[in-house]
């Protein structure tokens, strides 16, 4: 499946930090707006559970597979490798693993960045922090693409429909 095409994110792009934890030091979420992006990624990722995340820093929410089986080379995030595949940092930030070949398209798309760790061959990009509920529907859009490549099927399907 093509990587979505994605609206052109409006200003300037936001800085960031240049090492590890890698986070955002402005255009940050609003609270209300990252609790409902939360929300979301709680409920619409069958065979997903939530927690704290295993690589990040103790204040990132992650969304970790637990009813389903990673899809046949899908690299994930560390320590497992097997189950985070994205996670919420306090300023809203994403970190997503996405499909290699999605790449180009998501860091042409103006949303997001390498992780510092990209060419040490960590397969993690941020999405910047969305800033009202427009970019929240663009992150869930992305969200859905790191769905895919991890478990090989959209969110509102089964592995049947692949």
Excluded: C
Excluded at 14 to 24: D, F, I, N, S, Y
Excluded at 101 to 116: C, I, M, R, V
């Amino acid at each position: 499946m093509a990587f979505p095409a994605l609206p052109e994110r409006a200003g300037d792009r936001p800085e960031t930090g240049p090492e590890v934890p890698h986070l955002q030091l402005t255009q940050l979420s609003p609270p209300q707006i990252k609790e409902a992006l939360r929300r979301w990624m709680a409920t619409a990722l069958p065979g997903t559970v939530s927690g704290r995340s295993e690589i990040s820093v103790p204040s990132t929410w992650a969304i970790f597979l637990n009813d389903v089986a990673p899809a046949g080379g899908a690299r994930l995030f560390l320590p497992r490798g097997d189950a985070e595949f994205v996670h919420l940092h306090a300023d809203g930030s994403l970190h997503l693993a996405l499909d290699p070949a999605d790449h180009a398209a998501f860091l042409a798309s103006g949303w997001g960045e390498k992780h510092p760790l990209y060419h040490r061959g960590a397969n993690v990009v941020m999405f910047y922090a969305p800033r009202d509920e427009a970019e929240v529907e663009v992150a869930k859009k992305v969200i859905d693409a790191s769905y895919r490549y991890a478990t090989g099927h959209a969110p509102t399907a089964g592995p049947a429909a692949a």
